[in-house]
Nanobody, 115 residues
């Protein structure tokens, strides 16, 4: 059983910053890739950023230059540093991990960008 615990969401003003964390726990052999997705009301879930166990990362075009993904393999944790947040980025942010080649999702954390 694998559990993903997300934290760090909340309310922030436009232009502000937040850092999301996602920690994996449970019984498994290896965590392959970890990443973040988001889903705004009425929209499809979209990938924001991802990072492999070897440190190769992907950042979505819409957040390039503002968001950074990092991973602490010793803590089985992935972080998403979000700077310059925009109101249209209000969404539920989900952590996803590929663990022993099986996909797992966190419960989601709300990020609201509003003045």
């Amino acid at each position: 059983q694998v559990h993903l615990e997300e934290s760090g969401g909340g309310l922030v003003q436009p232009g502000g910053s937040l850092r999301l964390s996602c920690a994996a726990s449970g019984n498994y052999f290896a965590i392959n890739a970890m990443g973040w997705f988001r889903q705004a009301p009425g929209k499809q879930r979209e990938v924001v950023a991802a990072v492999t166990s070897g440190g190769r990362s992907y950042i979505g075009d819409s957040v390039q230059g503002r968001f950074t993904i990092s991973r602490d393999n010793a803590k089985n944790t992935v972080y998403l540093q979000m700077n310059g947040l925009k109101p249209e980025e209000t969404a539920v942010y989900y952590c996803k991990a590929v663990v022993d080649r099986i996909e797992h999702w966190g419960q989601g954390t709300q990020v609201t960008v509003s003045s």
